[in-house]
């Protein structure tokens, strides 16, 4: 094993226990996935989050809840606004933060994943924070940390993005308070999306009215109902009454070949327009976890209009990541050092 792909493969087929998330007493010791989570954990993650939503307007942006902690940024695949809210999150907790620069890591010398993470703990970290293309990394490194760490999943895959998911609860429930009335549509390539995914098991656990998927039957999983969703390929239908439009990143490997004729057609058929909206409730609001295909996903004119929330998604993005370690953190019992 030289860069732990082989590994991680092997973790995808293992499933991991969800009361290793938590600890004895149900708090919250690694964040991999929303899936298993109780409702009252996810509410506890929310309003934590509303506690650290002030810090930002303050002199000083910071509070000592960290202090002394040290925060690993695994990140093995690339990103700039995940990685930055991460660093951003825990240097506003006070923790030392150190941003692994994977080109020039040791396990692109031979040296293997597990010999790195003993490295890496034997420096006395308390955290890693892991971004990787194969789904299952973040549950490996949760297996064969020491006691004492905690792991957070900053996006494995097609698996799971839960500080994403939970960031665009944080946000709807600013706007729309509470979920049980709220009828959500997520617009996009359902298929290889891990934040649909987790965006779906979070609205489903908070208790959502209904959730809906749009796409191209191309871009939908086999038997997707089963996902508790409701599934559409025309999109006026799909958009009809929701409060909530969340339109995906479209990759760019998707949009020429096998899934779409061209990312014209696609936006043609499934891009949020200004025209489209009328089909919503008048008082719907649009997301996007970012970054924006402008012209694809999209016009710019609904990009940056009224009902457009998708700059205070990244803002929320802080509070809720602060939330999530500092949860995390403070489950830590003497006895695991």
Avoid: W
Wanted: aromatic share 6%.
């Amino acid at each position: 094993m030289t860069s732990g792909t082989p590994d991680t493969r092997v973790a995808e087929t293992i499933p991991f226990p969800v009361s290793r998330q938590l600890t004895e007493d149900g708090r919250l010791r690694h964040f991999l996935t929303i899936e298993g989570l109780p409702c009252t954990l996810l509410t506890s993650i929310l309003n934590t989050a509303e506690s650290f939503a002030g810090v930002d307007g303050r002199a000083v942006k910071k509070v000592p809840l960290l202090r002394g902690k040290t925060i690993v940024n695994l990140f093995f695949e690339a990103s700039t606004r995940t990685r930055t809210t991460f660093e951003l999150a825990a240097k506003r907790l006070s923790a030392d933060v150190i941003n692994l620069n994977i080109s020039a890591a040791a396990t692109t010398k031979g040296e293997s994943l597990l010999d790195t993470l003993r490295n890496l703990e034997a420096m006395h970290t308390d955290m890693f924070v892991v971004r990787h293309t194969d789904s299952g990394a973040a549950h490996f490194i949760a297996r064969h940390v020491a006691p004492h760490v905690r792991v957070i999943n900053a996006g494995d895959g097609r698996h799971a993005h839960p500080t994403q998911a939970m960031l665009d609860m944080f946000t709807i429930r600013r706007h729309k308070g509470d979920f049980r009335d709220l009828r959500v549509a997520i617009v996009g390539d359902i298929l290889h999306s891990r934040v649909a995914r987790s965006q779906i098991l979070a609205l489903n656990t908070l208790g959502a009215a209904e959730v809906r998927v749009i796409a191209p039957q191309t871009l939908l999983p086999a038997q997707v109902e089963t996902l508790g969703v409701h599934a559409f390929s025309d999109i006026a239908s799909g958009l009809r009454d929701v409060d909530v439009v969340i339109a995906l990143r479209l990759q760019n490997e998707r949009m020429n070949g096998a899934f779409l004729p061209s990312k014209h057609e696609y936006f043609q058929r499934y891009g949020l327009t200004p025209g489209r909206l009328e089909f919503t409730a008048p008082d719907a609001i649009v997301m996007h976890p970012g970054p924006i295909n402008r012209g694809v996903e999209m016009d710019s004119e609904v990009a940056d209009g009224e009902r457009s929330v998708i700059l205070q998604q990244v803002t929320f993005g802080i509070a809720v990541r602060m939330a999530v370690m500092s949860m995390a953190i403070a489950s830590t019992a003497p006895g695991e050092r």
